[in-house]
């Protein structure tokens, strides 16, 4: 990556051990596409409704030659689950990315 991973969190207290789990899943996502130029994740915390409780929301933007790719996971109670499902879509996305442009 030619910039440096900018990780961003959102109505959350910094946490060491969650940026140490953002840094292993990029650093996985890097190995997929040496050609990804940077990359930018937001691990937040929505405001609390009244039903749902506590949420957390994961958005992944990637920089691509020409291209940008910006996954969201929507609010889900648990950040384990939603990290999960934000950087299993980023996977599926950048490995068509990868497919894409090798056929191209």
């Given at each position: 990556m030619d910039k440096p991973l900018?990780?961003?969190f959102d109505n959350?207290?910094?946490s060491e051990a969650i940026e140490a789990n953002v840094?292993?899943?990029?650093?996985?996502l890097d190995?997929?596409?040496e050609r990804m130029t940077g990359a930018r994740v937001v691990v937040g915390s929505p405001h609390r409704g009244q039903t749902k409780g506590k949420t957390y929301a994961v958005r992944i933007e990637l920089a691509l030659p020409g291209h940008d790719l910006v996954v969201s996971r929507e609010p889900v109670g648990d950040l384990h689950e939603?990290?999960?499902?934000?950087f299993a879509?980023?996977?599926?996305r950048l490995r068509g990315f990868v497919e894409r442009s090798r056929g191209a």
């Open positions: 900018r990780i961003t959350l207290p910094h840094r292993s899943r990029m650093a996985r190995a997929l596409c939603a990290m999960t499902g934000a879509t980023a996977r599926r």
